[in-house]
């Protein structure tokens, strides 16, 4: 019934952070970056070519998802999965514009879409309305990430103002959308978001902005919301989580000293001790008399001696 094919896992992270930290830190961030799966979808011709500057980009942590109903979506190898909705009887001419057969399509490959969205802790979607696929896609898709993923972000592409008919599809489909009741229920809860990507204003705002432009003008104003609003958060929450975990790793400890192993046997050198020959005895000293042959007494007065002179 539709065809799809994967450049990787689908449950793998879409990226990886700066690994800057001790072991323990980095192993904590990786586990904890495990339990976080983004994912961007991107449906119907104009918002594959949008989808596609994006994945152009390798923004990370975000899986990347292409979803149209041409066959020609599975030759698109900077997403990481690409799914055909068409059946093989339609591979060539895909919808023919049909919004209603977009949406018969895509509820029939339930079970693949579900799994885009499963466990996915942030989805953006990426749409373009007024064509077949976009049109009858994206409501089904809508309701899928509102019931599977925790935070979802939707960004529709309204067509010209001269382009009436498909502009009126896009106006009808945007008000449809107030009546998906996961999506109304999560909008209310501030935890799903819609964004509409006007074409007619993007031009009103800047003349100069040719046509072949068009897709990059609005892949970047998506990806500096992705940055702002999922991004910088995430990465901020991760770090800290990092730093909570290397601070309370335990104190390095000095290694014990160990007494160096004694052979039991071992036994001190025997030092040699020489002989000294014996000290001579002392000659005595010769006596002093004094000059004049007279009498000299001592007198001791406390620790000193002093000579008392004859009378």
């Not at 994945?55 to 997403?79: H, K, M, P, Y």
Request: net charge negative; with cysteine; hydrophobic share 40%.
């Amino acid at each position: 019934m539709y065809e799809a094919s994967d450049r990787r896992e689908p449950d793998a992270p879409g990226g990886k952070i700066d690994e800057r930290t001790s072991e323990n830190g980095t192993a904590v961030t990786t586990a904890a970056l495990a339990n976080v799966r983004c994912v961007l979808v991107a449906i119907g011709g104009g918002g594959v070519r949008i989808g596609r500057e994006l994945a152009r980009q390798r923004i990370r942590f975000f899986e990347t998802v292409a979803i149209n109903c041409d066959a020609s979506v599975q030759g698109l190898e900077e997403f990481d999965h690409r799914i055909c909705l068409a059946p093989g009887s339609l591979l060539d001419g895909g919808t023919a514009g049909s919004a209603q057969v977009a949406g018969t399509l895509a509820r029939a490959a339930r079970t693949t879409l579900e799994r885009v969205y499963q466990n996915a802790s942030f989805t953006v979607i990426v749409s373009s309305l007024g064509g077949g696929t976009g049109s009858g896609v994206f409501p089904f898709a809508l309701e899928l990430a509102c019931t599977r993923s925790d935070f979802v972000s939707a960004f529709v592409v309204k067509p010209f103002a001269c382009e009436r008919e498909r502009r009126a599809i896009a106006e009808r489909v945007q008000a449809h959308l107030e009546f998906i009741g996961p999506y109304v229920d999560k909008h209310e809860r501030g935890e799903a978001e819609l964004r509409v990507l006007d074409n007619e204003a993007a031009q009103e705002r800047n003349p100069r902005l040719p046509m072949s432009r068009l897709a990059s003008h609005w892949a970047a104003e998506i990806r500096e919301y992705i940055e702002q609003t999922y991004l910088i958060p995430l990465e901020s929450t991760l770090r800290a989580m990092t730093a909570r975990a290397v601070s309370s790793e335990p104190p390095l400890s000095a290694p014990p000293i160990v007494a160096p192993a004694v052979d039991p046997l071992w036994q001190p050198p025997v030092v040699p001790i020489e002989a000294t020959p014996p000290m001579a005895p002392e000659a005595p000293l010769p006596a002093i008399a004094p000059a004049g042959g007279a009498d000299v007494t001592f007198e001791v007065e406390g620790a000193a001696a002093r000579p008392t002179p004859p009378n």
